[in-house]
């Protein structure tokens, strides 16, 4: 019976699902950041709220997401696009023009999101990306351009967005930074307030706190055969058999600990696997049955019972991926339609919740694809465009912030290819995000490094504006 449990918590007990806090943090003390955060009296005593992080991994190529139609800009974008552009008949557009009267619309597999825009409950930033400082094209060929570490490289650059730290590689990521300061204000603290719809992953790794992770398509992970309600005897056995290695006294500092984290694993599943039994799921909300749209329900399920388990403030994660299209970016549409169903059925959950305005759902790539084809799809580049999306009294929303630049080739901007250099640092994205969450503007540096470079931080003002802060 012995050898049956073990197997199965090496088959089955992903740590991805583990769910609680570490024992021992060696990294960095967050004691006066916890306690900073808890006096802000916006997270002390204010309405719930959620962040939920949509990452595109592989590069999205954005510039066929959000694209120009004004003429002359669009025919630049075609020019240069050739065999990848869309057509100017085929893109939908959005009621919105620039202060050069400029206008855009979005890639036709995405009326959702269109719809969304127009109403104001979505809006974007444009050619925003990794950035340590500001960067001309003559600092970059000079040599004299203070760079990202590994720019242009998936790893490095996943990473980057994930953690907000530039020049070094680290094990945190500023979603679990930023639970290590506020996640003393959840009454729960048995499952972690980092629920991860894509398993193990740095945005949500703290320096004292992991994700809880589910599955897209089943929910709560629990250890296969263990179920405290069982009535097959051999599932009772192996459940006895799971509960007797794990409530063993162990005087090694590390099997104790690693059997109180898999007994708060346990305990989290069951408690939440209740939890979510005793929703009756939504009347308005109709999700289909892509990856990205199971993420979105099993996220609006959870939001749906944050009361019984104890939750003011959670973050969400999913890892949307396959945008890596050097080839067949015939792909990209139809991921963009999947990504543009399960938006909008997430926000029609939201809005049966009664909580649009307290859930902010944010876009991150890596990096945009050259504007230049390679023949069959585009490879990797810099600047590219994200969105967010949320209740018309937490977004500004119709509007896209940043500068959209020209996409002709050989433009200030352009690198070469239609690498684009950004106009818009990811810091300042993250910074206003993490100020709505509740983050006191006097910790933003520790959590964004480079962000005094682009913002004045203390200034009272929002870094980019999307958001009602």
């Not at 960067?135 to 720019?151: E, H, I, M, V, W």
């Not at 995000?433 to 203390?458: E, H």
Request: aromatic content about 12%.
């Amino acid at each position: 019976m012995q050898d049956i449990s073990r197997r199965k918590f090496i088959g089955q007990a992903s740590c991805a699902a583990l769910g609680s806090v570490t024992f021992l943090n060696t990294l960095m003390n967050l004691k006066s950041l916890n306690a900073a955060a808890i006096s802000n009296s916006s997270v002390q005593n204010g309405p719930y709220k959620a962040l939920v992080c949509l990452f595109q991994s592989g590069g999205n190529d954005s510039f066929n997401m959000l694209l120009p139609r004004t003429g002359s800009r669009y025919n630049e974008y075609a020019a240069t696009r050739t065999n990848l552009a869309v057509p100017l008949a085929d893109i939908l557009p959005l009621n919105y023009s620039d202060s050069s009267g400029f206008q855009y619309g979005l890639n036709p597999q995405m009326p959702g999101l269109q719809g969304l825009f127009d109403s104001g409950k979505a809006a974007f930033v444009s050619n925003i990306g990794t950035l340590m400082d500001h960067t001309t094209k003559t600092d970059f060929y000079n040599g004299t351009a203070s760079l990202p570490l590994g720019l242009f490289s998936h790893s490095d650059q996943i990473q980057q967005w994930q953690t907000a730290i530039l020049d070094e590689r680290t094990a945190t990521g500023w979603g679990g930074r930023i639970a290590d300061m506020i996640s003393d204000q959840n009454a729960n603290q048995n499952i972690s307030m980092n629920v991860s719809l894509a398993g193990t992953n740095i945005f949500q790794t703290g320096y004292n706190t992991v994700e809880y992770a589910m599955d897209p398509y089943n929910g709560p992970v629990g250890i296969n055969g263990y179920d405290p309600n069982a009535t097959w005897n051999f599932e009772q056995l192996v459940t006895q058999g799971i509960d007797g290695i794990m409530e063993q006294q162990y005087t090694d500092i590390f099997k104790k600990t690693y059997a109180e984290t898999i007994v708060n694993a346990r305990d989290a599943y069951v408690e939440i696997s209740d939890a979510l039994n005793g929703f009756g799921g939504f009347s308005t909300a109709s999700f289909g049955m892509s990856s990205v749209e199971l993420a979105f329900e099993q996220i609006a399920n959870t939001i749906a019972v944050r009361d019984t388990l104890g939750f003011q403030r959670q973050i969400f994660f999913i890892d949307y991926s396959g945008w890596d299209h050097h080839e067949g970016l015939q792909d990209h549409g139809p991921m963009l339609g999947d990504l543009d169903n399960g938006l909008v059925a997430f926000n029609a959950a939201m809005e049966e919740l009664g909580i649009a305005d307290d859930v902010l759902t944010f876009s991150l790539s890596e990096f945009a694809r050259t504007l230049t084809s390679n023949g069959q799809g585009s490879d990797h580049a810099w600047g590219g465009n994200v969105f967010m999306m949320g209740g018309n009294n937490l977004l500004n929303g119709t509007q896209i912030y940043g500068t959209y630049p020209t996409l002709a080739l050989n433009s200030s901007v352009d690198l070469g290819g239609g690498i684009l250099i950004p106009g818009t640092s990811a810091d300042t994205y993250f910074a206003e995000i993490a100020r709505w969450f509740g983050v006191p503007d006097t910790d933003l540096s520790m959590l964004f490094p480079q962000l005094s470079n682009f913002y004045s931080i203390g200034s009272g003002t929002a870094p980019i504006g999307f958001l009602n802060v």
